[in-house]
């Protein structure tokens, strides 16, 4: 026992002096004052809470809600079926399905984010094929539009969520399907009360990796949004960059991990509930 916590000093030093200690700072920061400057200023204040209660914060807070729970639901319901294949493929298919679906980490992410301009805009690739076909008249505005982020942000964050769940398909106990089988419930059955339930732990990573993730991307918003689509993350950048107002900035940050905290904690609840609810109904 003493070993074990010897070999933990290392991780609890680490994620004290990179996670703990910064967010102290900047939990202080926010509760402090701004000069004409842009510099801090030590001495109490609560200026960036309340200025993050204006409507226009507010209407850039909810869209980047929505936006990262749409990201979310559409990466949890292309990556199951995908790695539900994959989990239960031959051992050659395997292999190929994790290596294209780990490809893209092969590649600088701002290459391909760019990549998405060359085929949305206005004289791009995909545009250029449906006027080639005659299937449009005149060029399609894709590109600076939602959809345009909401299909950067899928893109880049689905093998953030076919993995986790792949790896937990893989390791769930094929036997107890066989035992399903066995005892005449059909695959749907099986399908949600043993290889569902089974598979929740990789569901519920996946589902917090990617939304933390793309509530805190501003590089996909910058590029393929433009001046039309705006994320808090983009509001807390600037805030820093670009605004010299440290408190507000601070203030957005908390207010970020107090949201994103509860809303994971509401979806492991609400998972945990489902599966007490499959297991009762079950036994």
């Known amino acids: 026992m003493r070993k074990s916590k010897f070999l933990m000093l290392p991780v609890l030093l680490w994620m004290a002096l990179f996670l703990l200690i910064p967010m102290v700072i900047v939990v202080v920061i926010s509760f402090m004052k ?85 085929l949305l805009r206005t004289q791009g690739i995909v545009n250029s094929l449906l006027l080639h076909f005659g299937w449009i008249e005149d060029p399609v505005q894709m590109l600076y539009t939602k959809g345009a982020v909401l299909l950067g942000m899928v893109y880049n964050f689905i093998p953030f969520m076919v993995l986790p769940i792949y790896v937990a398909l893989e390791q769930m106990d094929k036997r107890l399907l066989d035992a399903a089988s066995d005892l005449g419930a059909s695959r749907w059955k099986a399908f949600r009360h043993i290889t569902l339930p ?9 589902c917090v ?45 908390v207010i970020f991990v107090i949201t994103s905290l509860i809303l994971i904690l509401l979806f492991n609840r609400a998972m945990q509930s489902r599966a007490d609810r499959v297991k009762e109904g079950s036994a």
């Open 34 to 118: 701004r000069d004409t400057l842009g510099n801090v200023v030590f001495g109490f204040s609560m200026t960036g809470y309340k200025t993050f209660f204006d409507s226009l914060y507010l209407g850039i807070y909810w869209d980047t809600l929505v936006l990262s729970v749409v990201t979310t639901v559409i990466c949890l319901l292309v990556s199951y079926p995908l790695a539900y294949y994959i989990a239960n493929a031959t051992p050659k298919i395997q292999t190929w399905g994790l290596v294209l679906i780990t490809i893209p980490f092969w590649i600088n992410f701002l290459i391909r984010t760019y990549a998405w301009v060359l």
């Open 198 to 206: 089974q598979s929740k732990s990789g569901i519920m990573t996946g």
């Open 209 to 253: 990796l990617v939304y933390v993730s793309t509530t805190g991307m501003f590089v996909v918003t910058d590029i393929l949004g433009g001046a039309k689509s705006m994320m808090i993350s983009n509001i807390i950048q600037s805030q820093y960059l670009g605004a010299r107002n440290w408190p507000f900035g601070s203030a957005l940050s």
